[in-house]
């Protein structure tokens, strides 16, 4: 069964940027699709990111423009550059396959607050 480890997170102002990172105990980002989820505060998780193998990206219309999903397969890890933070951006945050396949890690919290 693979490990997913988010870590990164943190608190930070608004505009303020962080870079998560996701690491994988085995190799299931150089085949999948990986991607980026999100949980707000008293919401349901939400889809944040994607990395397909040719190495085209999509991103949820909120983050657009200001993360950027990445990956290193020699590492077995995902990356989420995250610029200009704004107080919604306040989440835990998940790393997974798109669609979702593995067990879910136990995130990293990303709190955006001035």
């Known amino acids: 069964q693979v490990q997913l480890v988010e870590s990164g997170g943190g608190l930070v102002q608004p505009g303020e940027s962080l870079r998560l990172s996701c690491a994988a105990s085995g190799s299931i980002f150089s085949s999948s699709i990986a991607g980026w989820y999100r949980r707000p505060p008293g919401k349901e998780r939400e889809w944040v990111a994607s990395?397909?193998?040719?190495?085209?990206?999509g991103y949820a219309d909120a983050v657009e423009g200001r993360f950027t999903i990445s990956k290193d397969n020699a590492k077995n890890t995902v990356y989420l550059q995250m610029n200009d933070l704004k107080i919604e951006d306040t989440a835990v945050y998940f790393c997974n396959t798109v669609p979702v396949f593995h067990t879910w890690g136990k995130g990293t919290l990303v709190t955006v607050s001035a």
């Open positions: 990395l397909f193998s040719d190495g085209d990206t």
